[in-house]
């Protein structure tokens, strides 16, 4: 075990290199020294171990609201300097960060129109799938990340939302863009390009809202719009905010899940021979890949009483940060934890975090993941990494883990 200082939450992101290379050696030792500690810069506690994490996710009690955290804090700092009491909380964040009763009021049917449309969208999945496998080279080496990745998840929630083919485009430009505020580390110049497609994008959703109001279509707006007719209470604003939360939250995590998984197949030949041998393997694979390589690494939670983790009291209102990473490779849980096997006994995984928060967009992802994968292999059978030496290219974007690139030959 290290005796070196322990890690601060910047270093528990892949802007430090060595977590970037390896969060697990540095996680494993943050758990066997200290599964709860307050972090230094920030004041939240750190919780590490797969029991306090499943027991901090689902505790329906616990705030996501920054507002709640304490005064002073960097998490309620970076709220105020936008907030305005006269705007409703509801039109100035989405679900990802509203407590109840707001929270529950717009999630609830949110949740009902998009699960009602995930459950007959496999055969659109397929179709968007189909398409961008027609689309990749037979004969060179490409970028799987950028070709595959990347496109499947954006075309998919477009098609959902019912988004014109004319405005395709548009519609992927804007998902970029967004995509960058979930930087807090982002350039100036990052920072115009996501405020730019940040508000093309909220434009296009009240444009879109007001004629799926006049005209309604077969698509996601059109669902949140009749049920909004039918007594959802909802807002406008309400409704855009969270579509964008949709599409921004839903792209990069899925399209992570993929590569990480195609990466990991490509790495443990073993496992992908398992496979293909038994293609119904196929959902316990995609509950591995999150498991072991998960795209997110944390979700939070705010203290809404006295309490204690660990044997360490949380007043009210301080700040809770579960490493969910952490948690799936915890070997008190998971046997062998650090090795990749489809055919794992089943025990759950915090990967979507959990309780009233857990990844509302988890079944969509789930499905693109199994859809996604068999139909890649099928088409390239003898798919392999262009170079089994690269070191991966890992983004550094704070608390995901993602390629920047998967270079790939079929």
Avoid at 138 to 152: G, Q, R
Avoid at 226 to 246: M, V, Y
Avoid at 313 to 339: G, K
């Amino acid at each position: 075990m290290s005796d070196a200082p322990l890690p601060t939450i910047i270093q528990l992101t892949p802007l430090d290199p060595t977590y970037r290379a390896d969060p697990h050696a540095v996680l494993d030792d943050l758990r066997a020294r200290c599964p709860v500690r307050q972090d230094p810069i920030s004041g939240a506690f750190v919780l590490s171990r797969y029991a306090d994490v499943r027991a901090v996710v689902s505790d329906r009690g616990l705030w996501r609201d920054a507002l709640n955290a304490e005064e002073g804090t960097q998490a309620r700092k970076r709220v105020e300097e936008n907030y305005d009491p006269s705007v409703p909380r509801g039109e100035s964040t989405s679900i990802l960060t509203l407590d109840d009763p707001d929270h529950a009021r717009i999630r609830q049917p949110l949740s009902q129109a998009l699960y009602a449309r995930v459950a007959k969208f496999r055969p659109e999945v397929e179709r968007i799938v189909d398409e961008a496998l027609d689309r990749l080279p037979t004969d060179a080496p490409f970028d799987l990340m950028d070709l595959f990745c990347v496109p499947i998840p954006i075309d998919v929630i477009a098609s959902i939302l019912g988004v014109d083919h004319d405005r395709l485009k548009e519609f992927r430009a804007w998902s970029e863009g967004t995509i960058l505020g979930l930087n807090p580390f982002r350039t100036p110049a990052q920072t115009e390009v996501m405020e730019r497609a940040s508000g093309e994008l909220a434009a296009y959703f009240l444009e879109t809202i007001a004629a799926r109001r006049a005209s309604p279509r077969d698509d996601l707006i059109s669902d949140m719009v009749r049920l909004q007719a039918q007594g959802a209470p909802l807002s406008d604003q309400e409704l855009r905010i969270n579509l964008g939360a949709l599409l921004v939250g839903g792209n990069l995590t899925t399209t992570d899940l993929i590569g990480n998984a195609v990466r990991l197949l490509l790495l443990n030949p073993g496992e992908l021979a398992k496979l293909k041998a038994e293609p119904t393997l196929i959902n316990a694979l995609v509950e591995e890949v999150l498991r072991f390589e998960g795209p997110v690494d944390v979700t939070g939670r705010i203290a809404s009483s006295d309490t204690e983790i660990g044997g360490c009291p949380i007043r009210t209102h301080q700040s809770i940060t579960t490493f969910l990473r952490a948690a799936n490779r915890d070997p008190e849980v998971f046997d062998d934890p650090h090795s990749f096997n489809i055919t794992r006994k089943h025990k759950p995984h915090v990967a979507f975090g959990g309780g009233a928060h857990i990844c509302i967009g988890a079944p969509l992802a789930r499905l693109e993941a199994q859809v996604a994968l068999p139909r890649l292999f099928a088409r390239f059978p003898n798919l392999k990494l262009a170079d089994p030496a690269a070191e991966p290219e890992w983004r550094t974007l704070p608390f995901f883990r993602g390629l920047e690139r998967l270079d790939v030959v079929g």
